[in-house]
C-alpha cells in the first residue's frame, strides 16, 4: 500500500515513541528527535492518541513557520516541492 509522505512520518516517529508510566499512575510519551513533542493521558491508549495530536500540530506549526523538521527513515518533510507544467498532464 501506498503512503503519502506525511502519513510514512507520521507513522515513522510514533515508532520511535517513548512511554513512561509516573508515580500518580498516569502516563507521559515523548518522541526523541522531535523537540517539544510530549504528552500525557490517564492511561496507556489517552497518552498514545495525544502524542499522535501534538506530533501533526508539531509538523503543521513546523511547516508553516518554515522550521526544519528531522528526516525520519527517510521521510523528509523538508523538501521543497516540485511543480510540473499543466501541459505534463
Avoid at 7 to 14: K, Q, R, S
Avoid at 17 to 38: M, N, Q, W
Avoid at 45 to 63: A, K, M
Wanted: proline share 4%.
Amino acid at each position: 500500500m501506498l503512503k503519502s509522505i506525511l502519513t510514512g512520518y507520521i507513522d515513522m516517529a510514533l515508532t520511535r515513541a517513548e512511554y513512561d508510566k509516573l508515580e500518580d499512575g498516569t502516563f507521559s510519551g515523548r518522541i526523541p528527535g522531535c523537540k517539544g513533542v510530549i504528552a500525557f493521558g490517564k492511561t496507556l491508549r489517552e497518552c498514545e492518541d495525544e502524542l499522535q495530536s501534538t506530533l501533526e500540530d508539531w509538523i503543521f506549526v513546523g511547516l508553516k513557520l518554515g522550521h526544519p523538521l528531522p528526516v525520519i527513515d527517510g521521510f523528509d518533510l523538508n523538501k521543497e516541492p516540485v511543480y510540473e507544467s499543466v501541459a505534463a498532464m
